[in-house]
C-alpha cells in the first residue's frame, strides 16, 4: 500500500528547508564579511564649498559671542542636510545634534584628533574641519556635517532596526523559496497522483500539461505519458484477446459436446458412432491449434524486449522458409517461386523472423487456388529491406484490409474454417514484424488473390520505441 509521506520528510519541505539555510548563510556570511571589509570614512579632496561655510560661521560667531555650545549648534538647527560638531580640545567631548545619521561622526571625532583642514567622507555625510572657535572662553573644534545626496532607499534600510533588516531578507527568501519547491514538487505530485490512478485501474490518467515544460520534469511526464499509453495499449489488446480467445473457444466446445452426445446415444451404428468421434478429433485438434497459437501470441509480446539480434542473411532465411512450406504447398500443387537481387544482411532474431514469414507464406498457401504459384520477392530500397508474399486467392475486401492482422479476424468464416485457420496467424506475424521496428501491410493484387509486404529497417534495436 502507498504511503503518505509527513509534512517535514517530502521532498518539498526538504527542498524549502535546504534553500532557505543556504540563502540565510549566504546572507549573513556575505553582511559579516562585507561588514569587515567596509571602509566606514575615508579622506576625499577638500570641499570648498562647506569651507566657505565654516568661515562665515566663524565670522558670525566671531561678531556676536556665544555663551553655549547649545546656541553655536543651533545656528544651523533649519539647515535641512547639514549638521555642525563642536569637540572640546581639551576633554575631547564632542557635542551635537541627537539625529542618529551623525552618531558615526561622533565616534569618530573622540576617538581622533585633527590639526589641519580636511573633508572626510562617511556613509551618509561628508564632514570638514577642524576650524578653532572659543565658546565661553573654553576652545573648540567646529566641524560642518554635509548630507550626500544618496537613494531614498538606502537611507530607509539604515535607519531600520537590525532585527528587521534581518527579517525582510528572510521573508523575501522564504516567499521565493516556497515557489521555487512548489514548482519542482507540484507536477511531481500531479505524476503520483496519476500513477495512483492508472494503478486503479484508470488507464486513461495522463499528465499533458506538465509535459509540455522544457526540463527534466517534463521529460519525466513525456515517458511517462509514454510509458501509460503502452500499457493502456498492452492491456487492451489483451483484454480483447482475452475475450476473443472465449469467444472463439465456446464454438468448438458446443460442436464438441454435441458430437460426444451424439456418440454416446443408444442403438448407434458403428459408422454414426466413427464419424461422431471424428468429429471429436477434429474439434480437439483444432482446440490444441488454437490454444497453442495464442500461447504463441502471448510468448511473443512477452519476449519481444528478450530478443536475441544477430546478422541474418534475409536471402538464405526467406529460401530454408520457402522450402519448409512447400512441403505443405505441394499437397495443392502449388509452385513457390523466390526472386531477390544482391546480398540482404541486417541484424534480427532469425526466430521470431522466421515465425512471421512462415506464418504469412501458409497463409498465402491456405487461400491459393490448387495447380497455381505463390510468389515470394526480396528487394532493397534506399534504407529498408522489402519482401512480397503474393498468392492467387480471391483476395480481401478493401474494408477488411486494415483487420486483417487482428487476432482471430476471418474474412470468411467458413471459409477460413475449411483451411483449418484460427485467425492468429497473421497477428503473430505482426507482433514479430514490430518487434523489429518494421511496418506489415496487405493490398490487393490488380487481378486475383492478395499481397502480403513486410519492411524491415536495415538497423534495428530492441530498444527502439515500437
Keep these: 500500500m502507498f504511503k503518505m509521506p509527513s509534512k517535514f520528510s517530502s521532498i518539498g519541505a526538504k527542498l524549502f528547508i535546504y534553500f532557505w539555510l543556504i540563502v540565510i548563510l549566504t546572507i549573513g556570511i556575505t553582511r ?6 567596509r571602509t566606514k570614512s575615508f579622506i576625499i579632496p577638500t570641499h570648498h564649498s562647506d569651507i566657505a561655510r565654516m568661515e562665515r560661521i566663524n565670522h558670525k560667531l ?39 545619521q551623525i552618531a558615526s561622526l561622533e565616534e569618530f571625532l573622540a576617538e581622533n584628533n585633527l590639526d589641519r583642514l580636511t573633508t572626510i567622507k562617511f556613509e551618509f555625510y561628508r564632514m570638514t574641519g577642524p576650524i578653532a572657535i572659543d565658546v565661553a572662553g573654553t576652545p573648540y573644534q567646529l566641524y560642518l556635517a554635509s548630507r550626500d545626496r544618496k537613494p531614498p532607499f538606502g537611507s530607509i534600510i539604515q535607519r531600520m532596526p537590525t532585527w528587521l533588516r534581518i527579517a525582510i531578507p528572510i521573508i523575501i527568501s522564504s516567499f521565493l523559496l516556497w515557489l521555487l519547491t512548489r514548482s519542482l514538487t507540484k507536477p511531481l505530485i500531479a505524476m503520483q497522483k496519476a500513477a495512483a490512478r492508472f494503478g486503479d485501474g484508470e488507464f486513461s490518467a495522463r499528465i499533458p500539461l506538465i509535459a509540455q515544460r522544457n526540463d527534466e520534469i517534463g521529460a519525466c511526464a513525456v ?15 489483451h483484454q480483447r484477446l482475452m475475450a476473443d480467445v472465449s469467444h472463439e473457444l465456446r464454438s468448438p466446445m458446443t460442436r ?20 461422431h468421434l471424428q468429429r471429436c478429433e477434429l474439434e480437439i485438434t483444432r482446440l490444441d491449434d488454437m490454444i497453442s497459437n495464442v500461447l504463441s501470441l502471448s510468448r511473443l509480446e512477452n519476449t519481444i524486449s528478450q530478443m536475441e539480434l544477430m546478422s541474418v542473411d534475409l536471402k538464405q532465411l526467406l529460401s530454408l522458409c520457402i522450402e519448409d512450406a512447400q512441403y505443405i504447398a505441394n499437397e495443392k500443387s502449388i509452385t513457390i517461386s523466390f526472386t531477390s537481387h544482391g546480398p540482404a ?35 532493397k530500397k534506399s534504407t529498408k529491406f522489402i519482401i512480397k508474399v503474393i498468392d492467387t486467392g480471391t483476395g480481401v475486401p478493401a474494408d477488411d484490409l486494415p483487420k486483417l ?24 506475424a505482426k507482433q514479430a514484424v514490430v518487434a523489429h521496428n518494421g511496418n506489415i501491410s496487405a493490398q490487393n493484387n490488380n487481378q486475383n488473390g492478395l499481397t502480403v509486404i513486410i519492411e524491415l529497417p536495415l538497423e534495428i534495436s530492441k530498444n527502439s520505441e515500437l
Excluded: C
Excluded at 421 to 427: D, H, S
Design 32 to 37: 559579516l564579511v562585507s561588514e569587515q571589509f
Design 62 to 100: 566671531t561678531l556676536t559671542p556665544v555663551g553655549t555650545t547649545q546656541k553655536v549648534l543651533s545656528i544651523l538647527s533649519k539647515k535641512q542636510g547639514r549638521e555642525l560638531l563642536l569637540k572640546n580640545t581639551t576633554t575631547n567631548e564632542v557635542h551635537s545634534s541627537d539625529r542618529w
Design 223 to 237: 515517458s511517462f505519458n509514454l510509458m501509460a499509453e503502452k500499457l493502456e495499449q498492452n492491456i487492451g489488446s
Design 256 to 275: 464438441l459436446q454435441i458430437a460426444l452426445g451424439l456418440a454416446q446415444q443408444d442403438n448407434i451404428t458403428e459408422a454414426l458412432l466413427h464419424k
Design 345 to 379: 544482411l541486417l541484424p534480427a532474431d532469425p526466430n521470431l523472423l522466421s515465425s512471421a514469414i512462415n506464418n504469412i507464406l501458409i497463409n498465402a498457401i491456405n487461400y491459393s487456388h490448387e495447380n497455381h504459384q505463390v510468389s515470394v520477392n526480396l528487394s
Design 405 to 428: 492482422f487482428e487476432p482471430f479476424y476471418r474474412v470468411a468464416q467458413a471459409r477460413d474454417r475449411a483451411t483449418g485457420g484460427t485467425g492468429l496467424g497473421m497477428a503473430i
